[in-house]
């Protein structure tokens, strides 16, 4: 009788350790299934951290797997693991988003038109780097400034 | 030049602090005692299962239960902060994130301390107050072997299984609230926490913390019963002792172990 109830016991907590990696963790999602690894370039990669989604069309694709500082071209380098199941033309492009207005960075992929896909190792182009937020205000008085130089000057 | 009752008061210290480094030794040594006759439990398992029924299953009730109203009031509590910023989408991330990372693994060891730490104190300190220990010596069967050490490794097995259950009776309850009762939407509360929610980093972290308690919390039961003094008073000041102890250690490892594990990289 009490060799039932620990087994029980003992079922019922690897259970409850199973439903919380599968329901409330992400054991189920994209990082199981097969991947391929393509590298980014980006000018400033802002906030992206790994684990970020890509996105395409606003479907997750894959993730961010790391970012990394490339001495030679001083540009930041991210590695993506895009899904098996998607094929990118190689001249596909990729972006740093931000999903609403406080919202966490992703990648967005756009499709190109080139008849060959990526491969494993494959880099990306053409890349547009985080928007910063400093450098929209300082050019939007920048831009503020000039004009009201130009309206004083008439 | 001193008066006498300063001279008193140092050398009170002075005794409070050998006495605690004494004890603190004792208790080292205790341990190394406790691992190195785990064999034996291990050979007769049948010693470990019945220690799992009482630390075990008889605890799974009151975690269960303060599991379940654990993520309910986290469900209220978060929605109310969360509908302010209009994100009321994250309540999922906030239930199971606040539960799996530090609610789950520090309220279950909390209530396995008062629960079964204090029980296993008591049952130790009685046992060698009615030298039952000792009769055990007497026979040639080694107390640590035949009555410490399958108590200390039922409670390491249990602690994280204990923990893992209340985590999930607590995002059970946080679903019941946020989206039964108060109507947040479902696809977004699951999917949400499923993004931010990381197997590596949160899940597989709140069982080393739950397993680090677990062997904390038997560790200062086992050995405040062992030391008991062989009297009813003694019994009963070693039980409270157990139950203050072992939560302000699980407090304090599971600051250091968080400063270690969730450093915001």
Redesign the interface.
Known sequence: M??L??G???C???G??L???L???????VSVADTYKVYAEFDNVGGLKP?A?VKSAGVVVGRVADVSFNNQSFRARVTLNLDKRYQFPQDSSASILTAGLLGEQYIGMDGGGDEHMLKDGDRLAITQSAVVLEKIIGQFLYGKAAETGKEKAK | MFNRSAIVNVRSIGHHTVNGLWRLGYASRFFGLILLQSGTSFRRLRLI??E??FT??LS?IIVLVSGLFVGMVLGLQGYQTLQTYGSESALGVLV?LSL?RELGPVVSALLFASRAGSAMTAEIGLMKATEQLSAMEMMAVDPIARVVAPRFWAGV??M???A??F???G?FGGYLVGVVLIGVDEGSF?SQ???A???RE??VNG?IKSFVFGVAVTWIALFEGYDAPPTAEGVSGATTRTVVTSSLAILGLDFVLTAFMFRGV
């Open positions: 009490l060799d109830w620990v029980l016991f003992v019922a907590g690897i409850a350790l439903v919380l990696a329901k409330v963790g992400n054991m189920s999602g684990r989604p | 299962i019945r799992l029924y075990g299953v799974l199971a799996v097995i249990s994280p299984l204990l893992a259950m985590s999930a009776m995002v699951w926490m499923q993004n929610v990381d197997f949160d899940i069982v």
